[in-house]
């Protein structure tokens, strides 16, 4: 298997846990997306050096995953080419923040380590809860709950379209290269003169096929309004789950439970 | 219930694609367009569904193509396009397959019952739900066909429908075809299939037709269809 076989093999993957059955995946999609948006912006409202407050927050994905069934390690597998850029956001917070802030045992830490870990997880937090968000709400429950929340009908439609057609490049793109490849033996990878003509061919087969595409939707009544399925309907069970979970996200934000806990040890 | 009248269409100024084009296809008639490569079989089909302007007039139904026109003459047409891919752009075959109902303002529940009666016409219940991404190349054909049906057109259009697909799905989809009630027309370089499938022909050559009549004739007539750049279809090719 290639690595675009690879790819999107790997997207088919995400359909597949979209479709499992499990309390999560049986809420509304609404109640899923306003909770991660709510979760998402308590995440990043933690102040810089809250390493601790922001640490018990990992308790609701760790909780999402055990609920739903879907392994851990999945999406750590399938995040692998994005976590090490979120990782590196903060890389040069040490060099900036010296004044040391506390100390572990004899050995101290400055304010810039410790914004720098605190930034590592926040992008790591947010990540895993947008993975969860996909991995339990097909695209297009998902595009209908932000509809709901009046998203613009045009971006959401663009995430549709880009999720359906993001297979069908990489197809391209896969058929492109093994042309390459055939004709360039022994030649690892595509050689970066070949870059420009290889990126204006898929720009060329992309609009070619945008207009195709925009063509049939035409043909077929399309004027500018998508119609997404409903989805489940957002019900009690869902408006308590996302209340409970914004009160929850308050609690934590408010109330550093890692520091009271830390505390009663202590004493 | 189709009608071309003295239609020409040029891309450049002085290089007609179409000129003096005129015919007329009936209602309930299976008209397969052939012609070499450039014969101008594409344009035609653009033409009639408005996504190109010439001179000269279309009718469809009685209805003249024009700007004003479109939404009425495009909800007679169901246009199966070569690439299943492009037509198929919801995440879902049940998705895409309500598209087109929902859009001409059925409500949700009258849509879903048309989709699942053409599922079931066409035996293909179990992709209801399937992702497009995830079917193969012959179930997204039939399931491109299913959502034309959908929209219960008086006309359906296909471009190449027998084209990248294995002799079984071929077949299926030569079937699919032959049972169909509505008015056809059908552009394909595979003229077996258009023997099977159409009881009459159309041949352009340069963007003007150089014969019109029935199948059976113009796909055995080896001298015409060589003249124009075309060879018999296998089946009578005696090979």
């Known amino acids: ?39 998402i912006v308590t995440v990043v409202s933690f102040h810089k050096y809250d390493l601790s ?141 070949a870059w420009g003509s290889f990126l204006g061919q898929l720009l060329l087969r992309s609009m070619d096929r945008a207009q195709e595409l925009y063509n049939s939707m035409q043909l077929r009544g399309y004027h500018g309004h998508f119609h997404y399925a409903p989805g489940r309907p957002f019900g009690l069970r869902d408006a308590l789950y996302t209340l409970g979970c914004c009160a929850a996200f308050l609690l934590l934000r408010f109330v550093n439970i890692a520091e009271l806990l830390g505390r009663l040890v202590v004493r | 219930m189709i009608e071309f009248q003295h239609v020409s269409f040029s891309y450049e100024k002085d290089r007609p694609v179409i000129e003096d084009l005129s015919f007329r296809i009936e209602r309930g008639e299976s008209v397969g367009l052939i012609g070499a490569n450039g014969a101008g079989k594409s344009t035609v089909m653009k033409l009639l569904l408005g996504l190109l302007s010439g001179e000269g007039k279309i009718l469809v139904d009685g209805i003249e193509v024009n700007r004003a026109s479109l939404s009425a003459v495009r909800r007679r047409l169901g246009f199966v396009l070569q690439n299943s891919d492009n037509q198929m752009f919801m995440p879902t075959v049940y998705e895409d397959m309500i598209f087109a109902p929902l859009n001409y303002g059925l409500s949700r529940e009258e849509a ?72 056809k027309l059908i552009t394909s370089h595979d003229l077996d299939m258009i023997l099977d499938t159409c009881r009459r022909v159309i041949l352009l050559d340069r963007g003007r037709i150089v014969a019109d009549g029935p199948a059976d004739e113009i796909l055995r007539n080896k001298e015409l269809l060589e003249a124009h750049r075309m060879e018999l279809p296998f089946c009578l090719a005696g090979r």
């Not at chain 1, 675009?4 to 609404?30: C, F, N, V, W, Y």
């Not at chain 1, 930034?119 to 996909?134: D, T």
């Not at chain 1, 339990?136 to 509809?147: E, K, V």
């Open chain 1, 53 to 193: 407050g922001m640490a018990v927050m990992l308790l609701f994905p760790v909780l999402l995953f055990q609920i739903s069934g879907i392994p851990v390690r999945t999406c750590f597998y399938k995040l692998r080419i994005v976590l090490p850029l979120v990782m590196a956001v903060g890389l040069f917070n040490p060099f900036y923040d010296r004044a040391p802030l506390l100390t572990v045992g004899s050995l101290p830490v400055s304010g810039g380590v410790v914004s720098m870990l605190s930034l590592m997880l926040k992008g790591v937090l947010c990540l895993m809860a947008s993975f969860l968000l996909i991995a339990t709400t097909p695209i297009d429950s998902l595009c209908a709950a932000l509809r709901r929340l009046h998203l613009p009908s045009m971006l959401v439609t663009l995430l549709l379209l880009t999720y359906r057609y993001v297979g069908v490049m990489t197809e391209e793109l896969a058929v492109m290269t093994e042309a390459y490849q055939l004709r360039a033996p022994g030649q690892k990878g595509v050689h970066v003169s």
């Open chain 1, 1 to 39: 298997m290639n690595k675009m076989d690879k790819a999107l093999h790997e997207l088919g993957e995400m359909d597949d846990l979209a479709a499992q059955d499990s309390p999560i995946h049986r809420l509304s999609p609404l109640a899923k997306l306003l909770t991660t948006i709510a979760y």
């Open chain 2, 112 to 183: 879903e019952r048309r989709v699942d009666a053409v599922l079931e016409q066409l035996g293909l219940q179990e992709l209801k739900h399937r992702h497009n991404h995830r079917i193969s190349g012959g179930e997204k054909r039939m399931a491109a066909i299913a959502t034309i049906l959908a929209m219960e057109p008086e006309v359906i259009l296909m471009d190449e429908p027998s084209s990248a697909l294995d002799p079984y799905n071929r077949r299926l989809v030569i079937n699919t075809i032959r049972a169909l009630p509505q008015t």
